[in-house]
């Protein structure tokens, strides 16, 4: 009533919304703590015990503790490569004011138009050239590829948004450009650093395609989107198991979300995105 009735509708829609995320979620906490019976039987009832035994045979069933180890790893390494690149670039793009830093601008968001399923084949040969097929050091590389997009575009526009006045002072005081980039420019864009971050790592962590085709099903190599899969079975899947191990997939992608969740907000709320 603070706002008005005018408001209803809106608030409606938005616990519509929440419903709509949260039933699923529900649903699939739920089963991780089920039988096949229980799942099917009575889907959306409360589970009869809390026993950790579907937990428990997903992460040895599938090797899971191998396996988030490796997502960690490809992820970490892809996301600190990703910054390294995409900061210094957007850094250049945003301090340049002619026609060569329109142009390459508009490369980098041509990256945009690419279909990601429509560079496997050549993403295959290049990593049996290189002798990098089936390692998790070509997956490092070529994720950071595929991001670099994204993220450019988006510093770029936040880097656009600082007072030239700020750069100056710095070059006053007898800074380099490393040290305006680092001590002016990284520091104020930390939102927008963040969004780039929680964006790039959702997509990492999920990816499974290149994962698959480049790293394989090695269960010492592969990642924990690739060893999920492998709690399905032919004869007989148990959906407890599989749910549960979804689940223990999704506790990292929660703890990142929670860590950069107030500067991805910071970033949206001010409006300094502008693409």
């Not at 040969?125 to 670099?148: E, S, Y």
């Not at 510093?155 to 007072?163: A, D, E, G, K």
């Not at 099903?217 to 198991?241: E, M």
């Amino acid at each position: 009533m603070k706002f008005g009735r005018s408001w209803l509708p809106a608030h409606l829609l938005a616990w519509l919304y929440a419903a709509l995320l949260l039933v699923p979620l529900y649903y699939l906490l739920v089963s991780a703590f089920k039988t096949n019976d229980q799942i099917f039987g009575s889907p959306f009832a409360l589970p009869s015990s809390l026993s950790p035994h579907n937990f428990t045979e997903a992460f040895t069933s599938a090797d899971l503790g191998a396996a988030v180890l490796n997502s960690v790893l490809v992820t970490a390494l892809a996301l600190a490569l990703t910054l390294g690149l995409a900061i210094p670039a957007a850094f250049a793009l945003a301090r340049s004011e002619g026609r060569l830093g329109a142009f390459v601008e508009r490369v980098f968001s041509l990256g945009f138009l690419v279909p990601t399923f429509a560079a496997l084949f050549p993403t295959f040969l290049l990593a049996a050239a290189t002798g990098l097929f089936h390692t998790r050091a070509f997956v490092v590389l070529f994720l950071p590829a595929t991001a670099m997009p994204l993220s450019v575009v988006i510093l770029v526009q936040f880097m656009r948004t600082i007072p030239r006045e700020m750069e100056e002072a710095a070059r006053m005081d007898g800074a380099s450009t490393f040290a305006v980039l680092r001590h002016v420019y990284t520091p104020m864009c930390m939102p927008g650093i963040a969004t780039i971050l929680l964006l790039n790592f959702l997509t990492f962590w999920n990816e499974y395609l290149y994962s698959l085709v480049i790293i394989g099903p090695d269960p010492g190599l592969r990642t924990v989107q690739v060893a999920l899969p492998t709690l399905k079975s032919i004869t007989g899947t148990d959906y407890g198991i599989l749910t549960a191990g979804t689940v223990l997939t999704l506790v990292p992608v929660w703890a990142v979300y929670t860590v950069l969740q107030k500067r991805m907000q910071q970033a949206l709320v001010s409006g300094a995105v502008k693409m």
